[in-house]
């Protein structure tokens, strides 16, 4: 039973563009959600978080959007970098169940110049 | 400050024996929590240690255990290996509960059962 649905396993991306990826969820007393971004041989790296009192999160490049009704978030890279070229993986959890993160498969995201 | 450290990052066992994985989380950070990545399957929740207990433990058979020391230092064990679990280990750490704090991943370490 996945709670937590990354459906598009992959994303190519021209330089400039924006990158939009996805997540849906299945849990509704999930209240936190966070983006992170992995390279090959190294750990994830957080990216930006949001709580579900907030529709829209913004820090510089990255914007994550929150639909609830929906149980559905993105991140939105704009302009997109070849740098940004990673694995993202969205994970989520219930601060007031106080329950572990639970991440999605991750989507690859290439960024081509 | 030095980040996340684990220890070591790459392990080749066989199938039945024991492994031991070491994380030295950033200096203050009080927890830590394991993940296991496997391909096609993302990060997988193991457990959670603040102060010492297990606050939270994932979908795993007892032979995945963990536990903390005083230092916050922690150290997982998996006994009687599997081919399946030739995964890469994450260990996170951050100040507070692992919820409600920014969770800082360490490089991992890659065990593979043959």
């Known amino acids: 039973d996945q709670q937590v649905k990354q459906n598009s396993p992959s994303l190519s991306v021209q330089e400039g563009r924006i990158s939009i990826l996805n997540c849906d969820y299945t849990n509704s007393m999930f209240d936190y959600f966070l983006w992170y971004k992995k390279y090959p041989a190294e750990g994830p790296t957080f990216l930006i978080s949001?709580?579900?009192?907030?529709d829209k999160n913004e820090d510089g490049r990255f914007t994550v959007f929150l639909n609830k009704s929906a149980k559905h978030l993105s991140l939105h890279i704009v302009p997109s970098q070849p740098g940004d070229s990673a694995v993202y993986f969205c994970a989520a959890r219930s601060l007031y169940g106080d329950t572990p993160l639970v991440f999605g498969k991750g989507t690859r995201l290439s960024v081509i110049a | 400050k030095a980040g996340v450290t684990q220890t070591p990052r790459y392990l080749i066992k066989t199938r039945g024996q024991q492994v031991t994985l070491s994380c030295s989380p950033i200096?203050?950070?009080?927890?830590v929590s394991w993940y296991q990545q496997t391909p096609g399957q993302g990060l997988q929740f193991l457990f959670e240690y603040f102060s010492e207990t297990q606050r939270n433990k994932g979908n795993f058979p007892g032979r995945f255990s963990g536990r903390q020391f005083s230092n916050s230092r922690s150290e997982m064990n998996v006994s009687t290996l599997e081919l399946g679990d030739s995964a890469l280990y994450l260990c996170?750490?951050?100040?507070?509960?692992?919820?409600?704090?920014?969770?800082?991943f360490g490089p991992g370490t890659r065990l593979l059962v043959l």
């Open positions: 949001i709580s579900s009192i907030k």
């Open positions: 996170a750490s951050s100040l507070y509960r692992a919820g409600t704090e920014t969770q800082y």
């Open positions: 200096s203050g950070h009080r927890s």
